[in-house]
């Protein structure tokens, strides 16, 4: 039996293969290591498969994972795994590679991943050659929903939303400068209560203000990283991720302003990577 994992900061998809067959499709809270302990790891896969499988029987376990790229990190994820699945093989990799692996199979391309967070790599069909972004909400992830998030926050502390939108959300939030404030410094996953935000931009981005920002988010996106890569337009470029997903049209349309063909945009790369293995085995 083997576990396929996809985890990112918000949700992790699991698919249960048992031979050729997939047995079970499971979601969880995501499991990026840079904020849960081990423990909070363990209770996780415990919450989600406990009297659903016989740990005994899994002989492999593939997780791919944001977060999962510096050593420490994915160890965290290895040894919770161990514990529980004490006779299978652990394999920990980051949620990069699930993305270019679901976009491009054994064929080089540019994957970016745009969910609660951001990265991008360069694949040459077996391995990741260079990545970018990735550096978090603080710092980075440019275009994802967090930055996305993050814009809007700032937009509205200092008083450059529009006056009507502004309203919306007062009521919609019931915003206060200090509530704000202690969420995202004193409050644990602020990269969380920023993402929250993309869901309410998506509900409203036929107002133009909504899509100004995220078409924002994605120039920077496409300016700090993605023209920024050698050769890029030799690449197919893939993008993979919830924000990718419900705002792909911004997307494509930034993507043309570059004069830069979109190849692929998927939701999910669970589905990609169950197809991989199955090619691959």
């Known amino acids: 039996m083997i576990i396929i ?10 698919i249960i293969l048992d031979g050729e067959q997939v047995v079970g499709r499971y979601k969880s809270e995501g499991i990026n290591p840079v904020y849960k302990s081990l423990e909070n790891i363990k209770n996780v896969i415990h919450s989600t498969f406990d009297n659903k499988i016989n740990y005994n029987k899994v002989t492999e376990v593939y997780f791919y994972g944001a977060g999962c790229m510096d050593f420490e990190n994915s160890e965290r994820i290895e040894l919770a795994l161990n514990s529980i699945c004490s006779n299978a093989q652990i394999h920990v990799t980051s949620d990069v590679l699930a993305a270019a ?19 991008i790599c360069v694949f040459d069909g077996k391995k990741i050659n260079l990545t970018r972004s990735g550096l978090g909400y603080i710092l980075g992830d440019e275009g994802s929903g967090a930055h996305i998030g993050k814009l809007l926050i700032q937009d509205y502390l200092n008083e450059f939303i529009p006056i009507k939108e502004k309203k919306i ?17 004193i409050k644990s996953n602020a990269n969380l209560f920023f993402s929250e935000f993309s869901i309410f931009i998506h509900e409203n981005i036929d107002k133009p203000y909504y899509k100004s920002l995220v078409k ?4 920077m996106l496409f300016e700090l990283h993605i023209t ?8 197919k470029l893939g993008f993979v991720g919830s924000v990718a997903y419900y705002f792909q049209d911004i997307l494509k349309e930034v993507a043309t302003e570059f004069d830069i063909k979109i190849d692929r945009v998927i939701q999910k790369p669970i589905d990609g990577l169950l197809d991989y293995h199955l090619s691959n085995n």
């Open 216 to 219: 924002r988010s994605f120039v």
């Open 228 to 235: 920024q890569i050698l050769d890029f337009k030799k690449y």
């Open 169 to 185: 959300l007062d009521l919609k939030y019931n915003l206060f400068k200090s509530e704000i404030i202690n969420s995202i410094y």
């Open 5 to 14: 994992a996809d985890s990112g900061s918000t949700k992790t998809n699991w």
């Open 101 to 119: 692996l679901s976009l491009f199979n054994n064929n080089k391309g540019i994957g970016v991943i745009l969910g609660t967070g951001a990265n």
